[in-house]
């Protein structure tokens, strides 16, 4: 099989995977009847939801690994049909966690010349030199803003002619971060009802599958206290991201200590829920919810109002009674109320 081509079954997300199948001559009509780029697509968003990360494909012949090919933006249509925040960042993040393992496993077989097509593909422009990746600062600011362990901060790190010093290790850290950008970028595409409509078994499928994950990391239990199951939607939606190793903004972040340590939870228990994180670093998070306790200040901070949640994009999946709040901790206790009654 021509190397090209197999490189871009194991990365279908890159550009030059996209314009393979321009060339090919490959239309959407083609993508909609292929029957096994349809299941394997199904399966690529399944696996995303059960377990996080899309492994390493096995591809027999070229036909498979058309397949393959077509199955990724595929895939794309599966998630944009069903229109879920939850399954767009899972499902980006699953991508670019199976992009992360294939490309440590290629530097361990030696294959260096992966990292450089890569970076090349998604248009980072590095320097490699003695086992260091030399990348634009630019890029490097774009890519770690996710990243909260203090070794990424800027001040820790070597500038070398105005570019960022990782080693390689680092350096496929951060490609991780530039796949799930890439990946993340456009969804949900805007499908055509008929279309989304044809497809109605998968997305059937792929939703009661969401429906069991969204159970599952709802089972949040505290030895501290709270009720999980009366916390709000927003609140919900940030412990399952977190409970998923989704990377989120600080904003949600402060959010979701501020409510929990005020819904009677234990800085420990909070401390507990961080621990999924890709980048956990237990000081550094012990430092910033005892903070937010207030047991380092004497000051406890209360959690952000629905419309400061608002403002920052973390109010999500508002049900009934969010109509007839103001405040998430408000939320929590009209629930409980409504529970006792
Ligand atoms: S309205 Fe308030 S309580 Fe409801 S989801 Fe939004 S922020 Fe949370």
Redesign the pocket.
């Known amino acids: 099989m021509h190397e090209r081509y197999s490189y871009l079954c194991l990365y279908p997300f890159l550009p030059a995977a996209s314009e393979y199948v321009k060339e090919s001559g490959l239309t959407l009509d083609h993508l909609i009847s292929s029957v096994s780029a349809r299941i394997r697509a199904r399966e690529r968003v399944i696996e995303a939801i059960r377990t996080g990360c899309v492994e390493r494909p096995v591809i027999g012949d070229e036909q498979h690994a058309q397949m393959e090919l077509l199955s990724y933006p595929f895939a794309r249509i599966l998630v944009s049909c069903i229109r879920d925040p939850y399954l767009v960042r899972r499902y980006a993040l699953a991508e670019a966690k199976g992009a992360y393992r294939r490309i440590i496993e290629e530097l361990h077989s030696g294959r260096i010349d992966t990292i450089h097509k890569l970076a090349d593909d998604l248009g980072l422009s590095i320097h490699t030199s003695a086992g260091y990746v030399l990348v634009p600062f630019t890029d490097y600011l774009r890519l770690t803003v996710n990243l909260r362990d203090k070794r990424w901060k800027l001040v820790n790190r070597s500038l070398v002619r105005g570019k960022v010093k990782l080693n390689m290790n680092e350096f496929v850290r951060v490609v991780q971060e530039a796949i799930y950008e890439r990946v993340v970028k456009g969804l949900p595409l805007d499908v055509p009802e008929e279309i989304c409509n044809s497809l109605s078994a998968h997305i059937e499928e792929i939703k009661h599958e969401l429906a069991l994950r969204r159970a599952k990391t709802d089972e949040f239990r505290a030895p501290s206290g709270g009720d999980p199951e009366s916390f ?4 919900r ?1 940030i412990i399952r991201n977190l409970k998923d190793g989704v990377n989120i903004p600080h904003s949600a972040r402060f959010a979701v200590t501020a409510f929990l340590l005020n819904a009677g939870l234990s800085v420990e228990d909070v401390i507990e829920l961080y621990r999924s994180l890709p980048d956990f670093n237990e000081s550094m998070t012990r430092y910033q919810v005892e903070h937010i306790a207030g047991v380092r200040s004497g000051t406890r901070y209360t959690a ?3 419309a400061t ?2 403002t920052y994009g ?6 009934e ?3 007839k ?4 901790l ?2 929590y206790r009209l629930k409980l109320k409504a529970k006792k009654a």
């Open positions: 709000p939607p927003c609140i939606n952000p109002s629905c949640m608002r973390n109010c999500v999946d508002k049900d009674l969010c109509e709040v103001s405040h998430p408000s939320y």
